[in-house]
């Protein structure tokens, strides 16, 4: 089981980027997916997160309202369409993926929840 991010880059502040989350060896379909960032010195942080069952989308209020989250099931892929870009949205970007049922509502925020983890994407916004 393998999951690669891609997509990141140098952009200015305002742009956009979109990442992309793909599998092998698992149907993302099946997994709710989450999408994390880590800044240097920082800790790793929870950014958006799709279900598997609903498809309801969750997004961290500093991201709400510029990024979406979605699924494209027949390439097997989750994306991360961000827009209107900003200094502090510079961050190794990472994709998780976990399949199993959760005592909690919330916990697609923690990051111990997921079973895998891709390869990190850096994303760099310029001032």
């Known amino acids: 089981v393998q999951l690669q991010a891609s997509g990141g880059g140098l952009v200015q502040s305002g742009g956009s980027l979109r990442l992309s989350c793909a599998a092998s060896?698992?149907?993302?379909?099946?997994?709710?997916i989450g999408w994390f960032r880590q800044a240097p010195g920082k800790e790793r942080e929870w950014v958006s997160f799709i279900s598997s069952s609903d498809g309801r989308r969750y997004y961290a209020d500093p991201v709400k309202g510029r990024f979406t989250i979605s699924r494209d099931k027949p390439k097997n892929m989750v994306y991360l369409q961000m827009n209107s870009l900003k200094p502090e949205d510079t961050a190794v970007y990472y994709c998780?993926?976990?399949?199993?049922?959760?005592?909690?509502?919330?916990?697609?925020?923690?990051?111990?929840?997921?079973?895998?983890w891709g390869q990190g994407t850096q994303v760099t916004v310029s001032s």
């Open positions: 998780a993926a976990d399949g199993s049922l959760h005592a909690y509502s919330m916990w697609y925020q923690g990051k111990y929840e997921y079973a895998y």
């Open positions: 060896g698992l149907t993302l379909d099946y997994y709710g």
